[in-house]
C-alpha cells in the first residue's frame, strides 16, 4: 500500500501564500492521479484538485484562480499552492491517490490574523 505523508500546513495571515507538499512513498506516475481535499470543522470534505498521469488538472469549484496543483515525478511530491489565503481555507488538507482510495493523515492550514 502507498504512503501518502503531507506537509507545508501552518498558521497564516489572509492574504498569505502556503505550498503542500504530498509525499508518496512510490512512483506517483505509477499510482495515478493524486487529489487535493481539505475539510473544515464541522464540514464535509471538500474537493479541490486533481493532477492526473499525463499532467492535465482539474479544479473544483472552490480551488479555481487561487489554488495551482502540480508534481514533482522524480520527488515523487504532489503540491499545492495556495495564494491570497483567506480565512475560509481554514481547514485540514488531505492528498489522495485517487484510483486507489490512499490517503494521507492531513496537514492543518489555519488562516488568522
Known amino acids: 500500500q502507498v504512503q501518502l505523508v503531507e506537509s507545508g500546513g501552518g498558521l497564516v495571515q489572509p492574504g498569505g501564500s502556503l505550498r503542500l507538499s504530498c509525499e508518496a512513498s512510490?512512483?506517483?506516475?505509477?499510482?495515478?492521479?493524486m487529489g487535493w481535499y481539505r475539510q473544515a470543522t464541522g464540514k464535509q470534505r471538500e474537493y479541490l484538485a486533481q493532477i492526473i498521469t499525463d499532467g492535465s488538472t482539474y479544479y473544483g469549484p472552490s480551488a479555481e484562480g487561487r489554488f495551482t496543483i502540480s508534481r514533482d515525478n522524480a520527488k515523487n511530491t504532489v503540491y499545492l499552492q495556495i495564494d491570497n489565503l483567506k480565512s475560509e481555507d481554514t481547514a485540514v488538507y488531505y492528498c489522495?491517490?485517487?484510483?486507489?482510495?490512499?490517503w494521507g493523515q492531513g496537514t492543518q492550514v489555519t488562516v488568522s490574523s
Open positions: 489522495s491517490a485517487l484510483r486507489h482510495n490512499y
Open positions: 512510490g512512483s506517483i506516475l505509477s499510482i495515478g492521479p
